[in-house]
């Protein structure tokens, strides 16, 4: 059974930075990649970085430039977020999958393992 748990969130300061944790646990396959997506009220989830486990990265053209994704250890994920605005308020799901880090939201769902988020909250 795969057991995903986010950690880090909380409040900043429009402008400031925050670091979100990610552990994978009880995963058997080999390859794969983690990654972050982010759900803000009133809108659909979307892709904020993902890696594999062979360390590539993968961004979207709108996250590009603040967000960092780094796998400190195997099964693990983090999100260095900086420069943040009130638009990045959102609650923030980890996922891991037997997949490519190039993979979409609709494969991600289908075959990944989701935490159940964290909230992020950026005062202006």
């Known amino acids: 059974q795969v057991h995903v748990v986010e950690s880090g969130g909380g409040s900043v300061q429009a402008g400031g930075s925050m670091t979100l944790s990610c552990t994978a646990s009880?995963?058997?396959?080999?390859?794969?990649?983690m990654a972050w997506f982010r759900r803000a009220p009133g809108k659909e989830r979307e892709e904020v970085a993902a890696?594999?486990?062979?360390?590539?990265t993968e961004y979207p053209d709108s996250m590009k430039g603040r967000f960092t994704i780094s796998q400190p250890k195997k099964n693990s994920a983090n999100l260095q977020m900086n420069n943040l605005n009130p638009e990045d308020t959102a609650m923030y799901y980890c996922?891991?999958?037997?997949?490519?880090?190039?993979?979409?939201?609709?494969?991600?769902?289908?075959?990944?393992?989701w935490g159940q988020g964290t909230q992020v909250t950026v005062s202006s």
């Open positions: 996922v891991t999958a037997q997949v490519s880090v190039y993979a979409d939201l609709a494969t991600f769902e289908a075959f990944g393992h």
């Open positions: 009880g995963v058997t396959y080999r390859a794969g990649a």
């Open positions: 890696i594999d486990f062979d360390g590539n």
